[in-house]
């Protein structure tokens, strides 16, 4: 088996668990653990008639190859995927208060993982990722998703600029992180329909990306006023919930 279609970690595999079993073929546990998750985590597979096997360090090891497993994966037959043509559904089920985290060309997987756990946490409609130049979801942003990548819609499509402007139809306004952005985030108001949209870890926003945005603005910082200067991760976590603050 490809290194792709295996999960690690304890709340990788708990939330495989917990959204999306009936694509989750077979836990593998390793031998001898006494972590009370883990003995979770195996009493809800085998309620589940979900096949597990006590097996030995080595054998998690080499199905994994590197991602820290904590003593646990699982076999994924598939996991959840999201069409485009899905996205206005979703934004229309919001009843006005979509909250969308537009991701343009993150290349790290870490980067792209801990983004969903934060628009997890903040309870955001959609993140939009293009499919092209992009990091797509796999074993690592699970790991390092802890669950995320179970719990929030992540859509590629195929033309981000075409989405933007679609989006933009169903009346989303989109805002883009820009660190020379002469408005603040925090003059914006982010009650209603809202697409927060940042660049990859290298360029930034690309330039159609731009465009394509109703308002560049930044975050403030004292001790850098820029946006580079912050791990796009923290970016969306900041962003995402500076919406949440304000919708109560």
């Known amino acids: 088996m490809s290194q792709k279609q295996w999960i690690a970690g304890i709340n990788a595999v708990s939330a495989a668990l917990e959204h999306d079993a009936e694509h989750v073929r077979e836990v593998l546990i390793e031998a001898g653990a006494k972590n009370p998750r883990i003995t979770e985590i195996e ?65 790290d997987p870490h980067n792209l993982g801990a983004c969903l756990r934060s628009a997890a946490a903040a309870g955001a409609t959609a993140v939009i990722i293009p499919k092209d130049k992009s990091v797509q979801v796999n074993a690592t942003v699970r790991k390092t998703s802890a669950g995320a990548a179970d719990s929030v819609a992540v859509i590629p499509v195929t033309n981000l600029s075409r989405t933007m402007r679609d989006l933009q139809k169903l009346g989303v306004w989109l805002y883009g ?4 952005a002469d408005a603040s985030l925090y003059s914006l108001d982010l009650k209603g329909n ?30 850098g006023d820029s946006v580079e200067s912050l791990n796009v991760s923290v970016a969306a976590g900041v962003t995402l919930f500076e919406a949440v603050r304000q919708r109560g």
Do not use: F
Request: glycine share 14%; hydrophobic share 40%; aromatic share 2%.
């Open 43 to 107: 009493s809800n597979a085998r309620r589940l008639d979900i096949d597990v096997r006590r097996v030995a360090t080595q054998a998690l090891d080499g199905v994994v190859g590197n991602l820290r497993h904590q003593g646990v994966v699982a076999r994924y037959a598939a996991a959840k995927t999201w069409n485009e043509n899905e996205l206005e559904g979703l934004v229309e089920g919001a009843d006005g208060r979509a909250l969308l985290l537009i991701l343009d060309g993150v290349q």
């Open 177 to 180: 992180l820009a660190g020379e």
């Open 194 to 223: 809202v697409g927060l949209v940042l660049g990859g870890e290298a360029d930034g926003l690309r330039r159609l990306t731009r465009e394509n945005c109703d308002q560049l603005v930044r975050i403030p910082m004292p001790g």
